[in-house]
Every structure is written in C-alpha cells, then in structure tokens.
C-alpha cells in the first residue's frame, strides 16, 4: 500500500477522493484499494482503483443510502453510441467479460442495465398511456 | 397505501434491475442476462414498428439490438470450448 494514500474516508465525504484507500465487497469477502477516479456510468458510478479494478459504488463500504442512479434521459444518444461501440471493440479484442472487476465486465454490466431500464420504462409508459 | 406507491424512483429502479438479476451479473450468467434484455429491446422494437411513427427511437431500439446480438455473437465465439470426450 502506498505511504501517501489518504486514510479511509470519514461519512461526510462522498465521493471519496483521489488517492483515498477505500473499502468495498468482494467476492471473496471485503477488500481495500487506492482509489484512482470516479465516473459516471450509464446508470450508476464506478470507482476505478490504481489496480485498474472497476468496483461498482453500491459495492462500496459507507455508500449513501438510497443509492443515486442517473436517469435514462440524462444519457446522451452521443455517449450510449460511444458505449456500445467500446463494448464491440473490446468484444472483437477477444477480451472476456468474465474477469470481474475488470473494465469490459463493468461496461458490460451497465449497459445490460441501462438498456433493460430504458426499454421496459419506455414499455411501460406506452402501456400507462393506453390505459 | 401500496408498496409501490411507497417507493422512491431510486429503490424502483434498485428493485427492478435486482429482480432482473442486472445489478451485479454473475460471471456464469452474461449469455443469459443478454437474452433478456435483447427479449425487451425486441418487445419495444415490435411496439415501436406497429404503433410509433418516432423513426429516431425506432433506429435507437435496432442500433441497440444489434449490439448485443454482435456482443452475444463475440461472447459464444470466445467461450472456453468443453473437452471433447474422446480426448478423455
């Protein structure tokens, strides 16, 4: 671990900073990382370590509750375009979205999720407007 | 009052995707989870084909089908391959 990283973050602060070591679920129990960024996803933010490991914010010791979830129309038609075709390149890359944690597994995640969201709400409201 | 009317925007959506298994997809459950969601976007295309005349999402909903049959395509071929039982 390095000497210069930030202490685990106080309640107050969230998102934690650049630089923090931050606390988060595993699959194989809790584990820390150094955290390097936070970006928003297409639903939710991830938390990018120096690792390179892509941790999810609801996996994350202290997240806020309620968890914050964008809204679909927040995403731009430019930035889901941009998405799906990071995804085919990675996919045609040959890499395999079955290492967790990792970006193409990440990626891939949010999109099923914001595609599902986007297309059963859309669903939904044509089926409210018929009523 | 109902559970639903009780619920914010965000615990639905929390609800909605953990019901749909899309909060955090198992490593073994990706071919799955993309025939459903690919199952909605269908379903939508389908409505937007008989009833909208909205040529933009109708284009969005196909764009977006075709990922994920090129992404369901890519996955399949990369799949580690069972061992063949004559080499056992």
């Given at each position: 671990?390095?000497?210069?990283?930030?202490?685990?973050?106080?309640e107050?602060?969230?998102?934690?900073?650049?630089?923090?070591?931050?606390?988060?679920?595993?699959?194989?129990?809790?584990?820390?990382?150094?955290?390097?960024?936070?970006?928003?996803?297409?639903?939710?933010?991830?938390?990018?370590?120096?690792?390179?490991?892509?941790?999810?914010?609801?996996?994350?010791s202290g997240c806020?509750?309620?968890?914050?979830?964008?809204?679909?129309?927040?995403?731009?038609?430019?930035?889901?375009?941009?998405?799906?075709?990071?995804?085919?390149?990675?996919?045609?890359?040959?890499?395999?979205?079955?290492?967790?944690?990792?970006?193409?597994?990440?990626?891939?995640?949010?999109?099923?999720?914001?595609?599902?969201?986007?297309?059963?709400?859309?669903?939904?409201?044509?089926?409210?407007?018929?009523? | 009052?109902?559970?639903?009317?009780?619920?914010?925007?965000?615990?639905?959506?929390?609800?909605?995707?953990?019901?749909?298994?899309?909060?955090?997809?198992?490593?073994?459950?990706?071919?799955?989870?993309?025939?459903?969601?690919?199952?909605?976007?269908?379903?939508?295309?389908?409505?937007?084909?008989?009833?909208?005349?909205?040529?933009?999402?109708?284009?969005?909903?196909?764009?977006?089908?075709?990922?994920?049959?090129?992404?369901?395509?890519?996955?399949?071929?990369?799949?580690?391959?069972?061992?063949?039982?004559?080499?056992?």
């Amino acid at each position: 671990m390095q000497s210069t990283a930030k202490q685990l973050r106080s309640e107050a602060n969230w998102p934690p900073e650049e630089g923090e070591v931050i606390s988060f679920k595993s699959s194989t129990g809790s584990e820390i990382g150094i955290l390097n960024e936070v970006h928003w996803g297409l639903v939710w933010r991830d938390f990018i370590l120096e690792d390179g490991r892509v941790i999810p914010e609801h996996r994350i010791s202290g997240c806020p509750q309620p968890k914050v979830w964008r809204k679909m129309n927040e995403v731009t038609d430019r930035e889901r375009e941009e998405c799906e075709e990071r995804l085919l390149s990675m996919a045609a890359a040959g890499m395999d979205p079955h290492k967790r944690d990792q970006p193409f597994w990440a990626e891939l995640n949010q999109y099923l999720a914001y595609t599902y969201l986007r297309f059963k709400q859309a669903g939904r409201k044509v089926q409210d407007t018929e009523r | 009052m109902s559970q639903s009317d009780e619920e914010t925007e965000d615990q639905h959506i929390w609800r909605v995707l953990s019901e749909a298994g899309l909060v955090e997809i198992r490593l073994e459950e990706f071919a799955e989870r993309i025939k459903d969601v690919k199952h909605i976007v269908t379903v939508r295309l389908r409505e937007l084909l008989n009833f909208n005349t909205d040529l933009q999402e109708r284009e969005s909903a196909a764009y977006s089908l075709g990922t994920l049959k090129g992404l369901e395509l890519k996955l399949l071929a990369n799949a580690p391959k069972p061992p063949d039982p004559s080499d056992l």
